[in-house]
């Protein structure tokens, strides 16, 4: 008799033996990047470990394998742009003035986190909590590009803030669950 863990460990690796050396050539191809590639293709497997699936047919698990390889792909990207950008902030800055390797480790981090957090917004909150908070743009001004109210603006606004206090709690040192604590699936709430 197999157990249920026995089961799933059995089918993740048939399903490794039979799609890892055509998800790791797609993701090569992809990212142009053999070694980013590696790395991706191996990941996306471990995530079937931690969340398992049941595919009825190849197609199907390949299909669902290069949707997921492709979110990952986009997640990279995302991540060296956000490195890129703060690399070259950092460069800009005079020397005494620049941060140390954990410092940037952190801000890092920390930008990683809000870029997932504005990601998780409803569109019009995120780019209204951007154009009021980064650009310094009045509610009317926001609320002209938005098309919407200024006070639906404001409402954006504070459902955008309500995030940010909510990833800062998170973030805090001593919180449960390790220094980041848990995330909550609901901590943001869209508007109607």
Same mark, same amino acid.
């Given at each position: 008799?197999?157990?249920?863990?026995?089961?799933?460990?059995?089918?993740?690796?048939?399903?490794?033996?039979?799609?890892?050396?055509?998800?790791?050539?797609?993701?090569?191809?992809?990212?142009?990047?053999?070694?980013?590639?590696?790395?991706?293709?191996?990941?996306?497997?471990?995530?079937?470990?931690?969340?398992?699936?049941?595919?009825?047919?190849?197609?199907?698990?390949?299909?669902?394998?290069?949707?997921?390889?492709?979110?990952?792909?986009?997640?990279?990207?995302?991540?060296?742009? &956000?490195?890129?950008?703060? =690399? $070259?902030?950092?460069? *800009?800055?005079?020397? +005494?003035?620049?941060?140390?390797?954990?410092?940037? /480790?952190?801000?890092?981090?920390?930008?990683?986190?809000?870029?997932?957090?504005?990601?998780?917004?409803?569109?019009?909150?995120?780019?209204?909590?951007?154009?009021?908070?980064?650009?310094?743009?009045?509610?009317?001004?926001?609320?002209?590009?938005?098309?919407?109210?200024?006070?639906?603006?404001?409402?954006?606004?504070?459902?955008?803030? &309500?995030?940010?206090?909510? =990833? $800062?709690?998170?973030? *805090?040192?001593?919180? +449960?669950?390790?220094?980041?604590?848990?995330?909550? /699936?609901?901590?943001?709430?869209?508007?109607?």
């Amino acid at each position: 008799m197999v157990s249920g863990s026995e089961g799933v460990s059995h089918d993740i690796e048939r399903l490794y033996g039979n799609h890892h050396g055509w998800l790791l050539a797609w993701v090569n191809w992809r990212l142009g990047n053999a070694a980013d590639a590696a790395d991706l293709a191996h990941d996306a497997f471990v995530r079937l470990l931690t969340r398992p699936c049941h595919f009825d047919d190849a197609r199907q698990a390949r299909s669902y394998l290069r949707k997921m390889a492709d979110g990952m792909c986009i997640d990279l990207w995302r991540r060296r742009n &956000l490195e890129q950008a703060w =690399l $070259e902030t950092l460069a *800009a800055q005079p020397e +005494p003035t620049a941060s140390s390797a954990e410092q940037q /480790a952190i801000v890092l981090e920390a930008l990683g986190e809000i870029d997932a957090m504005l990601r998780e917004l409803p569109p019009k909150v995120a780019h209204a909590f951007v154009m009021a908070v980064a650009c310094e743009m009045t509610d009317q001004e926001v609320a002209d590009i938005l098309n919407v109210s200024s006070r639906m603006v404001r409402k954006y606004i504070a459902q955008a803030m &309500l995030c940010c206090l909510k =990833l $800062e709690a998170r973030l *805090a040192p001593g919180q +449960p669950d390790g220094p980041r604590g848990p995330r909550d /699936a609901a901590a943001c709430p869209s508007l109607p």
